[in-house]
């Protein structure tokens, strides 16, 4: 037997260190070839390790979160014959019993994440790109001792329970209504009966150690002492990342204008009716996407991204715009590309395949890079006003808001008309106040006059 080590390897596009999100194996775990090993995540985009060879897991070489140089050791495998490290393969495994390298063999292995299809063998790795929308992994649980603790201790031992609201936990009417007496909401309750069921000893187990003055008021007013550590790992990281770099280094100014969209909404009603069956249904965004691609003919300055490390603006004769989506993963902007080119229905349809890619996991690389401004918005809970961040290296972004109705004047005469907010931030290295304001007034004229967006 020998001993094989699978480095890090070079993804490619110059990318000298990676992010390791999550294993796929364990130590003793035996693995075939191609089976794919850990997942690491560079910029947006996730990459499988896939193992070349079959062999047994010896050593993990990183902990979920831990960021691996290129040529770095990822993996130690037992294999038959020589293996490709030299020297007796029993000195190089872990002996039994004793404590792995915290480095290379962590004492709680991370949970396993969610597999997609093998990716190939190592030369293969830059075609397996593939967005990622995995929720930060959680180390699992260590093994159980070998002489069982009693539920009341197990009970203590055991961290919070992490039942999520609405979330029935089992336990059996007389147990409820004690709970209910002792103003202990039963999710926080760890159970160490059959199939997770909160016991009387759970329950006196957190008062132990919640301390026995909860009051009897019910569990609303029960005291909460449990706390909750989240790695920020993965996309969440990325995001933290990308959401630093452009405060840092963008200064921001926001402008917020209101916006009658009462001819507008009825327009989409309209349309909707007429071809919602054929062509699909809009929402608002295809409606302001098009707005926004003809106000910028008039504010190239707009369109563009600012390498603000080489001192240069690119302007764009192409609309890409990023639309922001919220994912289970968290914020990703995918691209639509090209938008001066599509009718509304083609931007309606865009931006909903972008949208189910992203939440799905399925988007691409080159469908989260390359725009040249961003629409951000938060639908129903858009608020009165928002301060979108831009989206670095782009120099704008506008933000949609929510519509609400309000008596307004019209022909001296109080009329009910429905009213949006746009919410914009630029880059005022590059964009002026008064070219910002211009370009958001010809944007707040195209939505007021919706006559105007199908007029060339």
């Known amino acids: 037997m020998g001993i094989h080590v699978i480095k890090m390897p070079d ?18 775990d035996t693995v075939a070839e191609d089976q794919p090993l850990a997942d690491v995540m560079t910029d947006k985009a996730t990459v499988e390790i896939p193992s070349p060879v079959v062999g047994r897991v010896v050593a993990l070489g990183g902990e979920v979160g831990q960021v691996m140089a290129v040529g770095g050791e990822l993996i130690r495998l037992e294999v038959e014959g020589e293996g490709n490290v030299k020297g007796d393969a029993a000195a190089q495994k872990p002996q039994a019993g004793a404590p792995a390298p915290a480095a290379s063999a962590p004492a709680a292995a991370p949970a396993k994440a969610d597999k997609a299809p093998a990716g190939g063998v190592a030369g293969q790795i830059a075609a397996s790109l593939q967005s990622s929308a995995a929720a930060p992994q959680t180390p699992s649980a260590p093994s159980a001792p070998s002489t069982p603790p009693s539920r009341a201790a197990a009970a203590r031992q055991a961290p919070a329970a992490t039942r999520q609201p609405g979330e029935k936990p089992l336990a059996s009417p007389a147990v409820r209504k004690r709970a209910w007496d002792l103003g202990i909401e039963l999710r926080f309750v760890h159970g160490s009966g059959p199939a997770g069921r909160v016991m009387h000893e759970d329950l006196d187990a957190y008062l132990q150690g919640q301390g026995a003055a909860t009051a009897a008021r019910g569990p609303a007013y029960a005291e ?22 452009s405060k840092r280094r963008i200064p921001h100014f926001s402008y917020v204008e209101e916006i009658d969209v009462t001819e507008l909404e009825d327009l989409r009603v309209s ?20 707005a926004m691609v003809i106000a ?14 080489a001192g240069q603006v690119t302007r764009y004769g192409a609309v890409h715009i990023g639309i922001a989506t919220q994912s289970d993963g968290g914020l990703m902007v995918p691209v639509m590309r090209h938008a001066e ?53 782009e120099v704008g972004i506008v933000g949609v808001n929510r519509i609400v109705e309000r008596p307004a004047f019209r022909n001296g005469a109080v009329v009910a008309r429905k009213l949006m907010n746009l919410s914009s931030s630029f880059d005022h290295r590059v964009v002026d106040g008064m070219d910002a304001a211009r370009f958001i007034q010809a944007v707040r004229a195209l939505l007021e006059q919706p006559a105007l967006l199908f007029v060339e």
Do not use: C
């Not at 910028?296 to 490390?309: G, K, M, S, T």
């Open 224 to 245: 909460r002492n449990d706390e909750e550590q989240v790695p920020v790992i993965g996309l969440r990281r990325k995001i933290a990342q990308k959401m630093a770099e």
């Open 296 to 309: 910028l003919r008039d504010f190239p300055q707009i369109n563009a991204r600012y390498d603000d490390e």
């Open 11 to 28: 993804i490619g596009e110059g990318i000298a260190e990676v992010e390791l999100v999550g294993w796929h194996v364990k130590v003793g």
């Open 271 to 290: 349309l909707n009716a007429k071809f919602g069956e054929s062509r699909g249904k809009l929402t608002l965004l295809p409606l302001l996407a098009r």
């Open 341 to 393: 080119t599509r009718d509304l229905w083609s931007m309606a349809a865009e931006i909903g395949r972008l949208a189910q890619a992203v939440r799905s996991g399925g988007a691409g690389r080159d469908e989260l890079s390359g725009s040249t401004i961003t629409i951000t918005s938060l639908g129903p809970l858009g608020g009165i006003v928002t301060t979108p961040v831009i989206n670095h290296p």
